[in-house]
């Protein structure tokens, strides 16, 4: 690894990172795909603080963005656990920052197995992330990140959840 982050406290790796992603976005246009970032951000831990984390995080976002508009490609950012990152943990803080920007090329992803550590509901913050129209795709696995069946998540449930909220992003 070669410990790139948006968030470095470092100036030239944030320098690094932004270029690497914007190779990343290049490449996602030739192959007509989206380019996603997880832990790919960063954390408020290696930064110094939530503020700094954040601007630093913005400002890679907004020199990121207008290149991802231009190409016709969507900056997808990932919530995650608490026990993988310290900033955009859930899908309402998520949908609150992407907001922040006004851009059509910044949306999220849902990833059940985040989700059910950090949700009070998974449901609901299914219904939420659809509502928002910022929701982009979503990331499949049981409790236990094997296949569906595999742990104790209702697929029932939260496959009718998607289909009555009009997700349509298989």
Do not use: C
Not at 112 to 135: D, K, T, Y
């Amino acid at each position: 690894s070669e410990n790139l982050y948006l968030t470095s406290p470092d100036p030239d790796t944030r320098r690094r990172a932004v270029d690497r992603f914007a190779s990343v976005l290049r490449l996602a246009h030739e192959y007509g795909v989206d380019a996603s970032i997880g832990r790919f951000r960063g954390s408020a831990k290696i930064a110094g603080d939530r503020e700094t984390a954040f601007a630093w995080f913005r400002a890679a976002l907004e020199e990121l963005l207008p290149l991802a508009e231009s190409l016709g490609v969507r900056i997808v950012l990932e919530p995650q656990t608490r026990y993988v990152g310290d900033m955009l943990n859930t899908i309402a803080e998520t949908i609150a920052f992407i907001r922040e920007f006004g851009s059509k090329a910044l949306t999220y992803e849902a990833d059940f197995h985040h989700q059910a550590l950090e949700e009070r509901s998974l449901v609901a913050s299914l219904v939420e992330g659809q509502r928002s129209g910022l929701m982009s795709y979503v990331q499949i696995s049981d409790s236990n990140r094997f296949a569906p069946g595999w742990g104790n998540f209702n697929w029932v449930d939260l496959l009718a959840t998607l289909q009555a909220v009009g997700y349509d992003g298989w």
